[in-house]
T-cell receptor, first 111, second 113 residues
Framework: GQQVMQIPQYQHVQEGEDFTTYCNSS?????IQWYKQRPGGHPVFLIQ?????EVKKQKRLTFQFGEAKKNSSLHITATQTTDVGTYFC???????????FGQGTTLQVKP | DAGITQSPRYKITETGRQVTLMCHQT?????MFWYRQDLGHGLRLIYY???????DKGEVPDGYVVSRSKTENFPLTLESATRSQTSVYFC????????????FGSGTRLTVV
């Protein structure tokens, strides 16, 4: 079935370093969403990208949607300890209309 | 998010027992979802509902039953709990277009012993 793969699974960075997580789908997506889950918490919606090649920024976070609408990335500039958590991408299949979550990337930030 | 509440927050039950997890939303969202979260598997969809009295299976529906008699409630029942159903369960809702993403509840941590 359709899959949304996310890498890396874990990332440890020193505070101030940059961080990127990548999301790849086996099929074309109509949109991609990103969520953040703090340790012990629940996923919280960050953003949705719809257009091919779209780039959106939220302060230190930059989100990109690939030209082919099969991949996406989240880049955090100058990480802070408040960035700790698991970041999930979720893509809506163009075929089925269902939202499929990636397995998430857990970010640890050392102060 | 105060608009979607799950209960209980924690539950321990024995193998073979029936247990129901509750989900209530005040957003009047059409769509509601149940996910389970396990290490190494991310979020897996159990069941979803597009409106009252309309439900459909997700990725891992076996052993679970849902109902949606009212728009605001979407209970999930484990008919005969098994140890493999030990997990964190999240309920979520969204408006029809989905452009504002899914709103998740705080989750229920279920342990089956």
């Amino acid at each position: 079935g359709q899959q949304v793969m996310q890498i890396p699974q874990y990332q440890h960075v020193q505070e101030g370093e940059d961080f990127t997580t990548y999301c790849n789908s086996s099929t074309t997506l109509s949109n991609i969403q990103w969520y953040k889950q703090r340790p012990g918490g629940h996923p919280v919606f960050l953003i949705q990208l719809v257009k091919s090649g779209e780039v959106k920024k939220q302060k230190r976070l930059t989100f990109q949607f690939g030209e082919a609408k099969k991949n996406s990335s989240l880049h955090i500039t100058a990480t802070q300890t408040t960035d700790v958590g698991t970041y999930f991408c979720a893509g809506t299949s163009s075929n089925t209309g269902k939202l499929i979550f990636g397995q998430g990337t857990t970010l640890q930030v050392k102060p | 998010d105060a608009g979607i509440t799950q209960s209980p927050r924690y539950k321990i039950t024995e193998t073979g027992r029936q247990v129901t997890l509750m989900c209530h939303q005040t957003w009047s969202h059409s769509y509601m979802f149940w996910y389970r979260q396990d290490l190494g598997h991310g979020l897996r969809l159990i069941y979803y509902s597009a409106a009252a009295d309309i439900t459909d299976k997700g990725e891992v529906p076996d052993g679970y039953v849902v109902s949606r008699s009212k728009t605001e409630n979407f209970p999930l029942t484990l008919e005969s709990a098994t140890r493999s159903q030990t997990s964190v369960y999240f309920c979520a809702s969204s408006e029809v277009s989905g452009t504002l993403g899914y709103t998740f509840g705080s989750g229920t941590r279920l342990t089956v012993v």
